[in-house]
C-alpha cells in the first residue's frame, strides 16, 4: 500500500519557468490537500479537493493551480515561478472531515 | 493572523522524562484537534486526535489535553525516548459545515530526547 506519493522530490526552476508537482493516492480518499512548508513555520494550505472536479482555494493560492480529473490523482501547477514559491510541499489525503490527513514525503522545490 | 500557536520553537528533554508540548488557538470555531510527528525529509505522519467534547485522550506513551475555556491543548509523552526526537505539529480543524477536513497548524516544536 503505497499511501500518498509525490514527484518529484526535488527540483531547482529557473525565475519564470512552469511545472507541475504531481500526487497521487491510492487509498480512494475523497479529500486531498496541498499544504508548503516554510523554513521555521507551519504548513499553509494552498489548494484542496473534496472530490473529482472539485477544487478550492486554501490559504495561499497565488502563483499555483490545480485540477482533480480523477479520485486518485490532484496535480499542483505552479506558473511562473519565483524565489517566494521556494519552499517544501506537502500532499495529503484523507477519508473524511474531520480526520487525520496522510501525508507524501514531501516535494523540495528551489526557485533561483 | 496565527490562529495556531505553538510558542516554544524547541524542548529538550533526558529519555525516560516526561515531554509536554503545548498548543494555544485563538478561533473558537475550531472543535477538533491533532498532533502530528514530522522527521527531516519526511513527510508529516498522524500521533493522535481530540475532538472538543472531550478534555483528555490517550494512546499508549501520548496523551493529549484539551482546556477549551483557556483555547489550549497540550501532548505529554511519557516516557520519552530518544526515538521521539522530531518536529511536533499541533493542527486544528472546524468539524461542521464547509471546514472539509482543511487542517491549520502551528509553526512546529522541535523535540531533542538525550539518552
Known amino acids: 500500500n503505497a499511501g500518498v506519493t509525490q514527484t518529484p522530490k526535488f527540483r531547482i526552476l529557473k525565475i519564470g519557468q512552469s511545472m507541475t508537482l504531481q500526487c497521487t493516492q491510492d487509498m480512494n480518499h475523497n479529500y486531498m490537500y496541498w499544504y508548503r512548508q516554510d523554513p521555521g513555520m507551519g504548513l499553509k494550505l494552498i489548494y484542496y479537493s473534496v472530490g473529482a472536479g472539485i477544487t478550492d482555494k486554501g490559504e495561499v493560492p497565488n502563483g499555483y493551480n490545480v485540477s482533480r480529473s480523477t479520485t486518485e490523482d490532484f496535480p499542483l501547477r505552479l506558473e511562473l515561478a519565483a524565489p517566494s514559491q521556494t519552499s517544501v510541499y506537502f500532499c495529503?489525503?484523507?477519508?473524511?472531515?474531520?480526520?487525520?490527513?496522510?501525508f507524501g514525503e514531501g516535494s523540495r522545490l528551489t526557485v533561483l | 493572523d496565527q490562529q495556531v500557536k505553538q510558542n516554544s520553537p524547541s524542548l529538550s528533554v533526558q529519555e525516560g522524562r516526561i515531554s509536554i508540548l503545548n498548543c494555544d488557538y485563538t478561533?473558537?470555531?475550531?472543535?477538533?484537534f491533532l498532533w502530528y510527528k514530522k522527521y527531516p525529509a519526511e513527510g508529516p505522519t498522524f500521533l493522535i486526535s481530540?475532538?472538543?467534547?472531550?478534555d483528555k485522550n490517550e494512546d499508549g506513551r501520548f496523551t493529549v489535553f484539551l482546556n477549551k475555556s483557556a483555547k489550549h491543548l497540550s501532548l505529554h509523552i511519557v516516557p520519552s525516548q530518544p526515538g521521539d526526537s522530531a518536529v511536533y505539529f499541533c493542527?486544528?480543524?472546524?468539524?461542521?459545515?464547509?471546514?472539509?477536513?482543511?487542517?491549520?497548524f502551528g509553526q512546529g516544536t522541535i523535540l531533542t530526547v538525550h539518552p
Open positions: 481530540i475532538s472538543s467534547i472531550k
Open positions: 493542527a486544528a480543524t472546524a468539524a461542521g459545515g464547509t471546514s472539509y477536513g482543511k487542517l491549520t
Open positions: 495529503a489525503s484523507s477519508y473524511s472531515s474531520p480526520g487525520e490527513l496522510f
Open positions: 478561533n473558537s470555531m475550531f472543535d477538533y
